[in-house]
């Protein structure tokens, strides 16, 4: 499990393209490896990957071929930033909301606002997920737990402080990119049991 909280950008240093599967080499200082195994997962933009292999700074991740499908991570070039959260342990705090690392669906970016202080930035996304989108909801975007703005037809809004631009790649995000969305699963589950107990009305 995740909570959202992004603890670092991180680049990537190389990507090995086989068949079918990725493997990544993420960047990250050996201060920030303490406690990290084989076999330890971490979320890189907002998508649950099992670390294969470490380095003094770098670790490497596998991507299969479904998860290349559905993220952004199949887009992913040398020098890209990747936004990446160990994975939680019980007691942490939970500053964000509870996330599974489980990317739904994808989200284009069609507006940035940008003033001195802030960013706005409005998503199109598919219709299929549009029932999971609610004004002041839950969302996770590129693995960042994040409030939900305006909602209209297709669209949602965010609005972001400037300690996510900072920590995140998300202010380095631009027009017509796509970002990674894990629906909150709460929400969802309440959606499609009002769903099931109308249909069955």
Known sequence: MFTGIVQRKAKIISIDKKELLHTLEVSLAKEHQDGLVIGASI??????????KMKDNSVFFDV??????????????????????RAAKFGDEIGGHLLSGHVHTQAEIVTIN???TNCDICFEIAPEWQKYVLPKGFISIDGISLTLGEVTDGHFWVHLIPETLAVTNLGGRKLGQFVNIEIDSQ????????ERMMLNK
Do not use: P
């Open 43 to 52: 979320a890189n933009n907002g998508t649950c990957l099992t670390v294969v």
């Open 64 to 85: 299969i071929e479904e998860t290349l499908k559905v993220t952004n991570l199949a887009d992913l070039e040398i020098g890209d930033e990747v936004n990446l959260e």
């Open 114 to 116: 940008r003033t001195e």
């Open 187 to 194: 929400t969802q589950a309440i959606v499609d049991t009002v």
